[in-house]
């Protein structure tokens, strides 16, 4: 089974400054996919960020990056020069292998941003 | 815009009660996933079809039911409706459905409100 886990319910950062979003993943599976999304208070879920399980470099997309350590099965989010519009819910999710590609999701980040 | 579509937005029902609640994937996408976002379960999914057949199921009530139709779109049909089946129900598409790399797109939701 699949597990993902985001032990910060909440974080705030200043306006311009950087911000580590924390997730851990578990999983047997060989080969698997993580993935952050973003979710502001108006619902929607927007894709950030992927990260293959056998990339070698860390994902970059944009402000966004993502702080790949397999041994330490973690895939932290780092968000640089924070904006007011990142204020938001943070969701980490992996997707396994095997027959079946549901996304698994963590509990969430609420991220404030202020100014 | 992710390019996948829900409607309606917004759905307020009594106990009971039977609804729909339909998704168009985006463009060129095969696969679409239904998931449900409540405050006490967080993000769980409920099923995934591609090309027509269903493919994955995961935490979906025998009361909920979905199909995807020849021009991809998908429904999702939520019937003898209860106070806990109120969330917001997200569709995602893919493009093939397959192997843990492929990013889902999420749509902008479905509130579904039971009184």
């Known amino acids: 089974a699949q597990k993902i886990t985001q032990t910060q319910p909440g974080m705030f950062v200043q306006e311009k400054e950087a911000v580590t979003l924390d997730c851990t993943y578990d999983?047997?599976?060989?080969?698997?996919?993580l993935f952050w999304y973003k979710q502001p208070s108006s619902g929607e879920m927007i894709f950030l960020i992927y990260q293959g399980s056998y990339d070698q470099q860390n994902a970059t997309e944009g402000r966004y990056s993502l702080n790949f350590q397999k041994a330490r099965k973690s895939a932290n989010l780092v968000i640089s020069a924070s904006q007011l519009g990142d204020s938001a819910m943070y969701f980490c999710?992996?997707?396994?292998?095997?027959?079946?590609?549901?996304?698994?999701f963590g509990k969430g980040t609420l991220l404030t941003v202020n100014p | 815009d992710s390019g996948v579509t829900q409607t309606p937005k917004h759905l307020i029902t009594a106990t009971g009660q039977r609804v729909t609640l339909r998704c168009s994937p985006r463009?060129?996408?095969?696969?679409v996933y239904w998931y449900q976002q409540s405050l006490d379960q967080g993000l769980q999914f409920l099923i995934q079809?591609?090309?027509?057949?269903?493919?994955a199921k995961g935490n979906i009530l025998e009361r909920f039911s979905a199909q995807q139709f020849p021009d991809l779109h998908s429904e999702l049909n939520l019937s003898s409706l209860e106070l806990g089946d109120s969330a917001l129900y997200f569709c995602?598409?893919?493009?093939?459905?397959?192997?843990?790399?492929?990013?889902?797109?999420f749509g902008p939701g479905t509130r579904l409100l039971v009184l």
């Open positions: 999983t047997s599976d060989p080969s698997y996919g």
């Open positions: 079809y591609y090309n027509g057949e269903e493919r």
């Open positions: 995602a598409s893919s493009l093939t459905g397959t192997g843990p790399q492929e990013t889902q797109y």
């Open positions: 999710a992996m997707r396994g292998g095997g027959s079946n590609y549901k996304l698994t």
């Open positions: 463009s060129g996408d095969l696969s």
